[in-house]
């Protein structure tokens, strides 16, 4: 017999992308909806007064009636080996990593240390409302053992890699193409497709590798097409000029990464804050990904991130915190954050579309749409219950209007971790806050 739970509640999530419309049929919302999740996976989505009636069976409805359900929310590009260095002060990128990153990456060495680490870090993503995201580990291996052993004990759709570098870092944290080329092969074999879980290839950028390395990554990413590939691209403008140094003969910085066939479907290029048109037409054809870090790129001091031109190019964009670069886990602020930066630059960002590039968007931008990303029929549950009521200043202004997307953008701007009353994670309970999540009642 199948385990069916219903959850009623308010519901909305895209059904594509809102574009930069205000409303918009791309998304699907029942102020009084009902989700009801078989085995794992949603089965039925609808009105409560229709749906309700029609459910039969041993079916256990929690009732989160004044809540908000939203699909998981995806990070598609976060370091957990730096959640103990967030809020570092007064450094851009490249001081930034050999002041706080880089020493804090030794650590990782010590496999109980990177545990505790990876546990702390998981529960912190679901406290956030984030179910699934796109992670850097360390060079270490046992980093990457110990953040996949945290995913897996949570069911969570998790992908990380061991991190890559064999220039421009300290001696601890140095690797070299070959023992690159086995070590990330190793993992791979051990970890992609364990369940909900996958590896990511993933020189940590241009910067810190040789070509031999860059060269081996991308034999790697040939013999494992499925996998995905992590990195960083085009910063900082100091970034750049290295890479412009190290590399004389690329004509831009992604021409480096397409030249070794990193360039690809399930390639998540983190920022992108400095390309050109050109740059963007071949990630647009070769289809790449880019991560938009806001609250990293404020904080570093890195740049403002252009979303029309990408979209233009018809590149896939989601959202990232990059934690530690960026100052919180929460997709929430991040998106927050993220409406400030496109509109200094003029372009807008409704509610939808943020809640997009946290969700569907995000999906798409990682190809795990199939299987996350809304409540279409046979996706997996994952979702998160938001209750404005938690803040007063949030529970005071969402007062103030009944319209859904007005509701919606202040408390993407208001909100936070606060707002999470809990994490689902396929069907299951994984973080609840208070007692809401708790079935009170079995049909
Ligand atoms: N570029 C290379 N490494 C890093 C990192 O750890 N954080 C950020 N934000 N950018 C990088
Ligand atoms: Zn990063």
Redesign the pocket.
Known sequence: MARVNAFRASILHCLADPGSGISSSAVEYFKDGVLVVSDGVVSEIGPADTLLPSLSGNIELTDLTGKLIIPGMIDCHV?YP?IDIIASYGEQ?LDW?NKY?FPMEAKFSDAAYASEVANFFAEALLRNGTTTALV?ATVHPQSVDAMFSAAKQRNMRLLTGKVVMDRNCPEALRDSAETAYRESRELIERWHGDGRLGYAITP??A??STEAQLESMGKLANEFPDVHIHT?LA?NRA?GDLVAAQFPWSRSYLDVYKRYGLVRERSMF??CLHLDQEDRQTMGELNGSIAF?PT?NLF?GSGLFDLRSAEEAGIRVGAGS?V??GTSLSMLTTLSEGYKVLHLQDQSFPPFKALYMATLGAAKALYLDDKIGNFAVGKEADFVVLDAMSAPMTARRLSRTDDVAEKFFALLMLGDDRAVSATYVMGKPAYIAGRAGVPIKTL
């Open positions: 370091h730096q990128l990593l990153a850097f940590r950028f910067v810190t960083h910063e970034e983190a920022h870090c990293s570093l990059d530690g670069g």
